[in-house]
């Protein structure tokens, strides 16, 4: 009895203890789980213990999970309450509020984006000032690309004039004053300065519009001093240039120029090919109508009288068309014909002058009304004075 009242007394101590255990242990647990959550370790001898620690495991992962519910539900409300309208105001307050809402969240998301907004408005300066310096630039250099060219344009178009005896460009200052070109005393001399103008604006701004535009008049210069080939060098550049395939007034000038280029090689052949491929240009009537005055001229000069005629008569046909038209949208006299117009007609006459001779009194006079005037003043001058009267008393 004695072993056995020993071991009751013994397992009855131990259950004190146990419960005395199980009662600090739940203590100690409840604060760290409030705090961050620590691991719970239970140790028994007895078998209810590791059950106990499991209940109390879960009791704490369920705590912790409704403290992190009640911190979404939380941030859900003070979201909503950030944009939500405040009751109870006027307009003029709540666009108040409004403003300060909006003013107070752009502040905050410039202040949180500040290190790499600063750099993206660095760099859209940067940008700012490359493309207005570039601009400047490009324009600066076309001005004087342009004042180059003038300078060409200007020796070309110049006043050939020999010197006065005291030096001044003529013995009328008074026409000085009136023509401020410049004045050569030679046309050699003209050429020369307009060729080495056209040369240096070749030479100082290359393949640009003003420089296309300098071998175009060089090109003009060439063919007046009967460079043939060099004249032919520089029409066919500007030809294969994207200024010509642009402009088709280029285009037609440089087809022009080769064209009597090698007529100036009497290469009349070769010079109708140019011209039918002017006559060919779309878009340009002008430029046809010119095509087929030359091709018209050539082939008179090569004895084709018959195909001369009919394209001059082409060409003189589309010229009072676009005179007749020209006449219906103007409300002025009528212009005078012009030099194209004027060259197709003695062209005409040199092929048939009969032909040129049977033209209407009244197409002419209507062409030139000068010329009607002069007749009406001719024939004033040529007629008779009236016979004096006979006194009275006396028969004639």
């Known amino acids: 009895m004695t072993e056995l009242e020993d071991k009751a007394s013994?397992?009855?101590?131990?259950?004190?203890?146990?419960?005395?255990?199980?009662?600090?242990?739940?203590?100690?647990?409840?604060?760290?789980?409030?705090?961050?959550?620590?691991?719970?370790v239970l140790a028994d001898e007895d078998d209810?213990?590791?059950?106990?620690?499991?209940?109390?495991?879960?009791?704490?992962?369920?705590?912790?999970?409704?403290?992190?519910?009640?911190?979404?539900?939380?941030k859900r409300e003070q979201e909503k309450s950030a944009v939500?309208?405040?009751?109870?105001?006027?307009?003029?307050e709540r666009m108040d509020d409004i403003f300060v809402r909006t003013t107070h969240a752009a502040a905050k998301w410039l202040g949180s984006n500040f290190r790499w907004l600063q750099w993206v408005v660095i760099g859209g300066v940067a940008i700012a000032f490359g493309v207005q310096g570039s601009r400047y630039f490009s324009k600066s250099k076309a001005a004087k690309s342009s004042d180059s060219l003038a300078i060409g344009l200007d020796a070309e178009g110049a006043t050939v004039r020999p010197a006065s005896t005291d030096g001044s460009k003529s013995d009328n200052p008074e026409l000085d004053q009136l023509d401020p070109r410049p004045v050569y005393e030679s046309e050699e001399a003209r050429l020369l300065a307009a060729e080495q103008g056209y040369r240096k604006a070749i030479a100082s701004y290359d393949k640009t519009g003003a420089s296309?535009?300098?071998?175009?008049?060089?090109?003009?210069?060439?063919?007046?001093?009967?460079?043939?080939?060099?004249?032919?060098?520089?029409?066919?550049?500007v030809r294969a240039s994207e200024l010509a395939k642009q402009d088709p007034d280029v285009l037609g000038r440089c087809l022009?120029?080769?064209?009597?280029?090698?007529?100036?090689?009497?290469?009349?052949?070769?010079?109708?090919?140019?011209?039918?491929?002017?006559?060919?240009?779309?878009?340009?009537?002008?430029?046809?109508?010119?095509?087929?005055?030359?091709?018209?001229?050539?082939?008179l000069a090569k004895g084709n009288k018959e195909k001369a005629k009919e394209l001059a008569t082409k060409a003189k046909e589309r010229l009072d068309k676009e005179a007749q038209s020209g006449k219906d949208k103007a409300d002025g006299p009528p212009k005078r014909p012009g030099f194209l117009s004027e060259s197709v007609k003695m062209l005409l006459a040199r092929i048939d002058p009969t032909a040129a001779q049977t033209r209407n009194i009244g197409d002419v006079l209507r062409d030139d009304p000068d010329k009607l005037q002069r007749m009406i003043e001719g024939l004033k001058h040529q007629a008779p004075a009236p016979a004096p009267e006979s006194p009275p008393g006396e028969q004639p």
């Open 84 to 92: 939500a309208v405040p009751m109870g105001l006027d307009a003029s």
């Open 256 to 299: 022009e120029g080769i064209g009597l280029s090698l007529e100036g090689k009497d290469d009349k052949d070769a010079a109708l090919q140019a011209y039918q491929e002017l006559t060919n240009q779309e878009g340009a009537p002008s430029l046809g109508t010119l095509g087929l005055f030359h091709q018209a001229r050539v082939l």
């Open 48 to 74: 209810s213990g590791p059950a106990r620690g499991v209940d109390q495991i879960r009791d704490r992962n369920a705590r912790l999970r409704a403290q992190a519910a009640e911190e979404r539900r939380a």
């Open 212 to 237: 296309w535009l300098a071998r175009l008049g060089l090109a003009g210069v060439l063919y007046d001093q009967q460079k043939w080939d060099g004249a032919l060098e520089q029409y066919r550049a």
């Open 10 to 40: 013994r397992r009855e101590q131990r259950r004190e203890q146990q419960k005395t255990s199980e009662k600090g242990t739940t203590e100690s647990v409840v604060a760290p789980e409030e705090s961050k959550g620590s691991a719970i």
